[in-house]
């Protein structure tokens, strides 16, 4: 075992500044006595903060009274014939960690036959800040899913049950509330997470693996991540670490400002952690303070990102906005006139600059509000009024399983690198040339639908309309994968 003994950097430091100041005393002691000892400086009571250098300690010290420690307990039935329960891992994304450290309620188990059930406590710990003297506290959703008693712990240690107001699992926020406050509460300021910069300094607080009050300090090491957590993906990456335990504490700026709830971690990855902007949360908190819950609105479109590709077969000029797929029978969309091939580049006045921008911009609005959608179609750009409706939930995933026919005769496309085969009167993918100009954007099953806006009748038909595309550009084919249409750009050999 290396049993080097390690110096702490302040010390290194300053016995490095002690030789200068002795060499410095003592040549000045030289020129006035050559028997006079050399002068020792007094050491700091507290090392000087360097020019350009954050104050950490001086921040940590304001606001780490503002960070609780919340302590969740879920009652678990379990058949006395079971055994003790073994926990799975529940690291990516959201869920945190094992018992007592986070959110770790996976169980198996084996045995069967008879036996009574029993009653298991099991403990799992968050994080959380304070936003007013009321007693609400932040968290995520995640954090207090399914407790059955929730518990409050403050900097200095006092402790407080805590109800649930309400919370928003699209977003993974939660708001409680403190049961008989006391009149003293530490406040955490909230900032504005759209100024934060990339490459800012940033600090986490939290209750990592129940070691409370934890500060890790780091930059911003990104912004607008989508990290297929939810339809309302806008993360800020960093490096400050982040742990299970860490989930709904606050990342402060160095303003000493909540600018994102620390959220998710990459169990792959050193130094990649995940905060929701504070500005999104801002933009709920009202509603789960009145109602507990969030409506939101929502159009009635199934949209697509845009790729250069896409962007160009569309006669656009850069990829930009979010291209409609399909539109809802009855829907907002469908009412105003939105159509499939559309691109909506812009929401009241307001960029869409990737497709991910559009759902989030739609949900800052109520039910029932009106807003001005700006489509582009055809080099066209219209404005659209479309009042929306009410966002309801959403079931099923995005995969869409893959079919093949195998009973037509095939055709071979080179410009596209694909083979086709006719089945049911549809056009179906059957092999995707390695490195071709589909690799990466067809796959074996896709239904071929149009190409250039009219419809494929068959395989024949399909080499007439791609041949009679214009050479300049991409062509555009509208493919349905699954249950699930899209619009592909393919640049041809």
């Known amino acids: 075992m290396n049993t080097r003994k390690l110096i702490p950097a302040a010390v290194v430091l300053f016995a490095a500044g ?53 302590t969740t307990i879920h009652a678990v039935h379990m058949r006395q014939d079971m055994g003790f329960p073994g926990f799975g891992d529940v690291f990516p994304f959201f869920h945190q960690g094992q018992p007592g450290q986070g959110q770790g309620r996976h169980f198996g188990g084996g045995g069967g036959g008879g036996g009574e059930d029993e009653v298991m406590k099991q403990q799992a710990l968050g994080s959380g800040f304070l936003i007013d003297e009321q007693g609400h506290v932040v968290t995520n959703a995640h954090v207090i899913d399914d407790a059955d008693v929730v518990k409050v712990k403050l900097a200095d240690d006092r402790e407080f049950r805590a109800k649930v107001v309400g919370k928003d699992d699209r977003l993974d926020v939660a708001l409680l509330k403190l049961d008989d406050p006391p009149h003293d509460l530490p406040v955490a300021a909230l900032g504005a997470s759209e100024a934060t910069r ?146 909506i580049v812009a929401v009241d006045g307001q960029d869409i600059a990737r497709s991910e921008d559009l759902p989030r911009r739609v ?21 659209v009024d479309v009042t929306l409706a009410a966002l309801k939930d959403e079931k099923g995933g995005d995969e869409a399983s893959e079919k093949s026919g195998v009973n037509a005769a095939p055709g071979e496309h080179s410009s596209l690198g694909i083979s086709v085969l006719e089945e049911d009167g549809q056009v179906v993918v059957s092999r995707v040339a390695p490195d071709g100009p589909a690799d990466g954007k067809l796959r074996q099953g896709d239904v071929i639908q149009e190409v250039g806006g009219q419809r494929v009748s068959n395989a024949g038909d399909l080499a007439a309309k791609v041949h009679a595309a214009p050479a300049d550009k991409p062509v555009l084919l509208l493919v349905k994968r699954g249950e699930q249409s899209m619009f592909v750009g393919i640049e041809r050999k």
């Open 18 to 70: 002690a030789g200068l100041a002795a060499e410095t005393g003592c040549q000045h002691a030289a020129r006035a006595s050559q028997d006079a000892p050399p002068q020792t400086p007094a050491p700091f009571a507290t090392p000087p903060v360097l020019p350009g250098t954050p104050d950490i300690a001086t921040l940590a010290a304001r606001v780490r009274p503002a960070v609780v420690n919340i």
């Open 198 to 343: 990339v490459g800012e300094y940033v600090v986490a607080i939290g209750n990592p693996f129940g070691l409370g009050n934890t500060v890790t300090m780091g930059i911003v090491s990104a912004k607008g991540r989508t990290i297929g957590a939810g339809p309302y993906d806008d993360f800020i990456q960093t490096d400050a670490s982040i742990n299970p335990g860490n989930s709904g504490g606050p990342l402060f700026n160095l303003r000493g400002q909540v600018v994102g709830i620390n959220t998710a971690i990459n169990p792959q990855g050193k130094g990649i952690g995940f905060a929701i902007p504070i500005d999104a949360v801002r933009d709920v908190l009202p509603q789960l303070l009145s109602t507990g819950h969030v409506a939101r609105g929502r159009l009635g479109v199934l949209i697509q990102g845009m790729d250069d590709d896409l962007a160009r077969a569309l006669g656009m000029d850069r990829p930009h906005g979010a291209l409609v797929e399909s539109v809802e029978p009855g829907s907002p969309a469908e009412k105003a006139g939105l159509k499939s091939g559309d691109v």
């Open 363 to 383: 949900a800052r609005h109520a039910p029932g509000i009106m807003v001005k959608v700006t489509v582009l179609h055809d080099k066209q750009k219209r404005d």
